[in-house]
């Protein structure tokens, strides 16, 4: 049955040709499909648009898929899923492409790609688009005589582009070959290849419009191959269909043999396997009908011809291991039952230069006896028009739901905090409000702290956090900073509602002892006071010195950490880049030293967006036309060392109108840069924040002053991470870390970040971390927010969904 829907979460808009082939030699069948985006930056603002995120909206509701413009590589991920990692791939974007072809060029044991582009004339140029637009030039091409379609055709734009080709570098990651010689301009669409001079490597041939074909030699493989020809009898006399796998070590080999492939297009029937430094495989054919031939010690460099009759040790069938394995981890039906159900806002209506939305943030759960029984229970916060609600554990394992009546429903509470404020010996409760939809005026903006009476009753305190302000919170941490013997607060404002980029504020609250807090933030580090976009903060003692630090993580922020001094925060810098676009931070021992490391979740590497310490992803803030409504304009930094604007002419026209005058035309503003578009003036006043790492990663405590940053596993980048837990789940008693994340309220420009099914990392010591997921059974969709474990069930939250529950079985691994 029509199952796609289940198994990729987002496809291409407009799929044009597709290959599908094992990319990085795991034994699963990848699959490539182009589309139209262009990769040069001039390209891309002359001939592009995109939907909106209404017409997005109005699709889906409509029975579409979640569909983008970009290039789209599904990796398999052997449990029929697929997660879509063309971005982080580099492999997005390649002009209006048409064949996709996988094959080895240089013999390294890797398949390679090729795309052929071409478009003869550049129908989606925006200039023409905006020209025929023009009520005047239609008339003039539609007469009493008919329509002048020679006239209406000539005008459109035509420019040859370059054809791409990719080394694939095995780590999930590709290249683009600058000196393959495969980069003519042309209109090409359908390519082929095959060993045209029987020299063990694939030549090429590549079909044009209105021009003659392109016959490549290749002369650069410099690998070792295995070359077969496949036949079989009857009708099939290629034995299309077979399954190819050639095995050395721990490496193999896997080739699905179905030459029609790309767009329009047949290669030739011979399979030729690129080898590398490997001089010797066992080979394994699984042919159509069933038979299995299996053939050991065979040398490369060799040309040999297989059917199923002919081929030595051939068997009939395979044994099939009818052990149903138990999973680490084992899917329960969740005793919480619970849905968190979001509100519908649409950010980008107040925004229109903001590519993330900030309106699904939640929910961060609290766990804690709250009633004194000595079981854990639960707090989630509730999204504007729901409840928050108290989860209370009982001893038949389920949750009872109790309301938390005093909490404002009409408020976007998001995050959910408890300590024991009043010094009585239960646990209080502090209720961040966050979000974008209120404005920044509105009393629903004040958090929430509430009392407990000792049975899992709250009563709300009375006082207006933080600090008598409204605005949009989302992290909050206690800890006695003082030394004095009760619970302080740190509160983080999350964004300034309709102004994103501005900096905002992070406050110490200092406790009396009775619940009763004041803002001492001036007197530990006033630094905070401008601090950036805060998403996750910690009391932890990295150090040893038995005082409590201060670490804090926001977007475009670098890392904070604020090391007590004994009545004041000092900032301990990093040796290394960390300025992110940082979403959540865990601490634990990773490495087994005794003191704690740090985890950190950012946006991750498959994404449009890219960020390096020497070329950094910026965000420029000022109130450039003069309204009174800052805006937040994001940018690249290219290898000329200029910052360009991600958005497009009308985007950004759109918003700043005033730029119309200075560029009437997409042409004009194609290759335009920060410094073009602005006034000197504008971009020296300008707020300007950073990222320099995306990756997300852990930070290994070396003394509590010095660290050592450490991406996590490949697989952790990609999508954005925002939610962490650690927890043994193999019973080998080093701490595994449990991942999670997605963001669906994107902007369709940049696509949503859907590749996430959350991630199992465990830790064979020392902090080695392996992405081991489908092995150890976890396995779960959507836009996860927090991960807990409790009582030995480890819950998984998710915004706008419901919970989903695992039990780890340590013996499953023995």
């Given at each position: ?16 040709g ?9 034994g699963y ?13 001039e ?28 290039n ?40 390679d ?35 002048n ?31 393959s ?14 060993d ?5 490597d694939?030549d ?18 410099g ?53 590398g430094?490997v ?18 010690k ?9 059917s199923?009759?002919?081929?030595p040790?051939?068997?009939?069938g ?21 849905r ?12 229109r ?14 766990t ?12 989630i ?13 009982t ?7 109790q ?13 959910a ?33 509430f ?33 004095d ?72 922020m ?32 990773l490495?087994g ?77 194609k ?41 996590l ?8 991470i925002y ?22 309220k ?20 020392n ?48």
């Amino acid at each position: 049955k029509e199952d796609l829907t289940n198994r990729i979460h987002s496809i291409s808009g407009a799929s044009m040709g597709a290959d599908m082939a094992d990319i990085n030699n795991d034994g699963y069948q990848d699959i490539f499909v182009t589309e139209m985006l262009p990769s040069e930056y001039e390209r891309l603002k002359t001939v592009t648009t995109f939907e909106d995120w209404d017409k997005y909206q109005y699709n889906v509701t409509n029975g579409y898929h979640h569909q983008f413009t970009r290039n789209v590589l599904h990796l398999n991920r052997g449990d029929n899923t697929f997660s879509e990692v063309s971005r982080l791939a580099g492999i997005e974007a390649s002009d209006w492409s048409w064949g996709a072809l996988f094959f080895d060029m240089d013999n390294d044991g890797y398949k390679d790609l090729f795309i052929a582009n071409g478009i003869y004339q550049d129908l989606t140029d925006q200039d023409y688009l905006q020209y025929i637009a023009n009520e005047s030039v239609i008339q003039a091409i539609v007469t009493n005589q008919g329509v002048n379609y020679k006239e209406l055709i000539d005008i459109i734009p035509s420019n040859k582009v370059a054809n791409h080709a990719y080394r694939n570098l095995g780590n999930l990651r590709f290249v683009k070959y600058t000196d393959s010689g495969l980069l003519e301009p042309s209109f090409s669409n359908g390519a082929a290849y095959g060993d045209l001079d029987n020299d063990g490597d694939l030549d090429l041939v590549v079909n044009n419009v209105n021009m003659p074909a392109f016959i490549y030699e290749n002369r650069g493989a410099g690998g070792n191959y295995l070359k077969l020809h496949l036949r079989a009898t009857g009708a099939n006399t290629f034995a299309i269909g077979s399954k190819v796998i050639l095995r050395a070590g721990d490496r193999n080999w896997t080739v699905e043999h179905q030459p029609t492939r790309g767009f329009q297009s047949c290669m030739d029937p011979a399979i030729v396997v690129g080898l590398g430094e490997v001089t010797e495989v066992e080979l394994e054919v699984i042919w159509p009908d069933g038979r299995v031939s299996q053939l050991g010690k065979i040398a490369a460099n060799q040309t040999l011809t297989l059917s199923p009759d002919s081929a030595p040790q051939t068997l009939t069938g395979k044994p099939q291991d009818t052990t149903a394995s138990r999973p680490a981890l084992e899917l329960l039906q969740s005793p919480l039952v619970y849905r968190h159900q979001e509100n519908v806002y649409i950010d980008f209506n107040r925004e229109r230069l903001v590519y993330h939305g900030h309106s699904t943030e939640g929910p961060r759960v609290a766990t804690g006896d709250v009633n004194g029984d000595g079981l854990l229970d639960l707090v989630i916060p509730g999204p504007k028009g729901m409840p928050t609600q108290v989860y209370l554990a009982t001893a038949q394992g389920v949750y009872r739901p109790q309301e938390l009546a005093a909490a404002q429903v009409d408020a976007e509470h998001v995050n959910a905090h408890l300590f024991d404020a009043d010094g009585d010996g239960d646990l209080d409760l502090y209720l961040a409000s966050g979000g974008v939809e209120l404005t920044e005026f509105s009393p629903l903006l004040h958090d929430q702290l509430f009392f407990n009476d000792g049975q899992g009753n709250f009563g709300d305190a009375q006082q207006i956090f933080p600090n008598e302000q409204k605005m949009s919170t989302l992290a909050v941490t206690s800890g006695d900073v003082d030394g004095d013997g009760d619970l302080d607060l740190f509160v983080g404002e999350r964004i300034k509602i309709g102004k994103y980029g501005a900096k905002c504020a992070g406050f110490i609250l200092e406790n009396d002892g009775t619940g009763s807090f004041r803002d001492a933030t001036a007197e530990y580090y006033p630094g905070l006071q401008q601090i950036g976009m805060i998403t996750d903060a910690h009391w932890a003692d990295f150090n040893g010195d038995q005082r409590l630090d201060l670490i804090v993580v926001g977007e475009f922020m670098e890392v904070y950490l604020l090391l007590n001094e004994g009545g004041k925060l000092v900032r301990q810098a990093f040796d290394f880049p960390n300025a992110g676009w940082w979403n959540t931070l865990h601490l634990c021992d990773l490495d087994g030293d005794q003191d704690l490391d740090i985890v950190l979740g950012n946006l991750g590497t498959n994404t449009r967006f890219e960020a390096a310490a020497d070329h950094p992803l910026r965000l420029y803030y000022n109130d450039f036309d003069g309204n009174g409504f800052p805006e937040g304009i994001l940018t690249f930094n290219a290898d000329n060392g200029k910052d360009y604007p991600y958005a497009l002419r009308h985007n950004l026209t759109n918003q700043l109108r005033y730029l119309k005058k200075k560029y009437p035309n997409f042409q004009s503003f194609k290759d335009a840069d920060m410094t073009q578009i602005f006034e000197p003036e504008q971009l020296a006043t300008a707020t300007v924040q950073e990222v320099n790492e995306l990756r997300s990663v852990w930070l290994r405590n070396i003394d509590g002053r010095r660290f050592e940053k450490e991406a996590l596993p490949l697989e952790a980048q990609f999508s954005p991470i925002y939610a962490i837990e650690s927890v043994d789940v193999d019973g080998d008693q080093d701490q595994d870390l449990l991942l999670g994340g997605n963001l669906y309220k994107v902007q369709p420009e940049i696509g949503i970040y859907d590749a996430s099914y959350g991630h199992c990392l465990l830790n064979a010591g020392n902090g080695k971390l392996a992405d081991r997921s489908v092995a150890m059974g976890f396995r779960v969709k959507g836009e996860i927010r927090d991960i807990q474990s409790l009582d030995g069930i480890i819950y998984v939250f998710r915004n706008n969904d419901t919970v989903v529950a695992y039990r780890p079985t340590y013996d499953s691994l023995k």
